[in-house]
């Protein structure tokens, strides 16, 4: 796997390439994803949060310049990040060297963290900081055509102990989710 170079400010956090990313725009954009939030991955989102019992739960399509939830579920009272830094506000977009889910799509498979602050490499990075995220679980969104469009996942201000049950269940979600992305197959998105 390659990283791109380290930014100035010394992060341990090393953002990994997204060598798929022209071709994941190309293809969100045939399914008419990843431009504008879409009420049913915001519903998508909301039962994923109750499921996993985070305050967080997304449905990312990451770019080559940043990540775009399309779905997202958020608590009432959260921190949103503004385009022009006077944040914290988390929002509809991040930057790419943002959150965990860059990571998942260049790995190609789930990620737990349930503290992210006993792993160094991720323990740098701004959500940590700027939010005060403590624990992610994400899946890679993987197509029919093996490509990965995006990512779901959930996180938690504080540690959680995911383990195999939420493992299995973030897996279980991409993979019933896709489907639906891809053939819209009852998923009412426009």
């Known amino acids: 796997m390659s990283y791109d170079p380290p930014r100035p ?7 990994p390439e997204d060598k798929e990313a ?15 939030p879409e009420p049913a991955l915001d519903a998508f989102a909301h039962r994923l949060a109750e499921l996993t019992a985070a ?3 997304m449905v990312n399509f990451p770019h080559e310049q940043g990540q775009f939830y399309a779905g997202l579920s958020v608590p009432a ?9 006077t944040g914290p506000r988390f929002g509809r977009t991040l930057p790419r060297d943002h ?5 998942v799509v260049a790995r190609r498979k789930a990620l737990v963290l349930e ?17 005060g995220i403590r624990s992610y679980l994400g899946a890679p969104l ?5 490509l990965v469009l995006g990512t779901v996942s959930a996180a938690d201000v504080e540690p959680r102990p995911w383990g195999k049950p939420g493992l299995s269940a973030i897996k279980e979600q991409a993979a019933q989710l896709v489907p ?4 819209r197959g009852g998923l009412p998105l426009y």
């Open 180 to 183: 639906l992305l891809e053939g």
């Open 99 to 103: 959150g965990f889910c860059p990571h």
């Open 55 to 57: 305050p967080y739960a």
């Open 115 to 131: 503290d992210v602050r006993d792993y160094p490499r991720f323990a740098g990075n701004p959500v940590v900081d700027e939010f």
């Open 9 to 15: 400010a010394g992060r341990l956090l090393l953002t």
């Open 22 to 36: 022209p071709a994941r725009l190309r293809r969100l954009r045939e399914l008419g994803l990843g431009e504008r």
């Open 142 to 146: 993987v197509d029919g055509t093996g």
């Open 77 to 85: 009272v959260a921190p949103v990040l503004l385009s022009d830094g």
